[in-house]
């Protein structure tokens, strides 16, 4: 393991459906990130939160809500999602935000397949 | 918009072959570049980083370089080994939105 831990590690899930990804880190980080990688496009930045808060949200669709309620533990809640939000979605921490990409620490992912 | 491109996409080569991987990025202005694996999966690993002011960085059997100006880096691999087979990421650390910028990777091979 990394230290970033993610479950589950696979999902499938209709349009209609309401899950949760999860993403844990005991390494003491104040940062935590939500990346999604899909077959079609690059690794791309979802939402930063800094302490609890959340400080970057890159033009994401409601039907993706996070949460972070503590500095441990980050959520992903999905509902009425689209096939084309079947991707890796990917956990990342870092000790602060904006590191300048040192120190970034990545889950293994929650592979996500919406039917 | 900073964009970053990776070429080739996939990559199959022979054991013990030495091979180079290809990054390019549009904006110069990148704070630093930094090389990831991914095995399938699993997270990402950070092999390389790269400073803006740096021409190059080596660990092991790997060498990255990094052309600033002309908006390159490329990632030599030595006597490749079966085990090195993955995904590899290229990824700039982009001034202005201070966050990465992936490329979308190149797949690798090695075949024993």
């Known amino acids: 393991e990394t230290g970033v831990t993610q479950t589950p590690r696979h999902l499938v899930m209709g349009m209609t459906n309401k899950k949760s990804l999860k993403c844990e880190q005991h390494?003491?980080?104040?940062?935590m990130y939500w990346y999604k990688q899909s077959a079609k496009k690059p690794l791309e930045l979802m939402f930063v939160?800094?302490?609890?808060?959340?400080?970057e949200n890159n033009s994401v669709p409601s039907r993706f809500s996070p949460e972070c309620p503590n500095s441990s533990h980050l959520f992903l809640h999905l509902h009425t999602l689209q096939p084309e939000d079947s991707a890796l979605y990917l956990c990342?921490?870092?000790?602060?935000?904006?590191?300048?990409?040192?120190?970034?620490?990545f889950g293994s992912g929650t592979r996500l397949t919406v039917v | 918009k900073q964009e970053v491109t990776q070429i080739p996409a996939a990559l199959s080569v022979p054991e013990g072959e030495n091979l180079v991987l290809n990054c390019s990025f549009t904006?110069?202005?990148?704070?630093?570049l930094q090389w990831f694996r991914q095995d399938p999966g699993k997270g990402l690993t950070s092999l390389l980083l790269?400073?803006?002011?740096?021409r190059e960085q080596t660990s092991g059997r790997l060498n990255a370089s990094l052309d600033k100006s002309s908006g390159r880096s490329t990632l030599y691999i030595a006597a490749s080994q079966p085990g090195d087979s993955a995904t590899y990421l290229c990824?700039?650390?982009?001034?202005?939105?201070?966050?990465?910028?992936f490329g979308p990777g190149t797949r690798l091979s090695v075949l024993p």
């Open positions: 990342a921490s870092s000790q602060e935000i904006k590191t300048g990409g040192y120190g970034y620490t």
């Open positions: 990824a700039v650390w982009d001034n202005y939105g201070q966050n990465f910028v």
């Open positions: 790269i400073q803006s002011s740096q």
């Open positions: 939160y800094s302490l609890e808060e959340r400080v």
């Open positions: 904006d110069s202005a990148i704070y630093n």
């Open positions: 390494l003491g980080h104040n940062a």
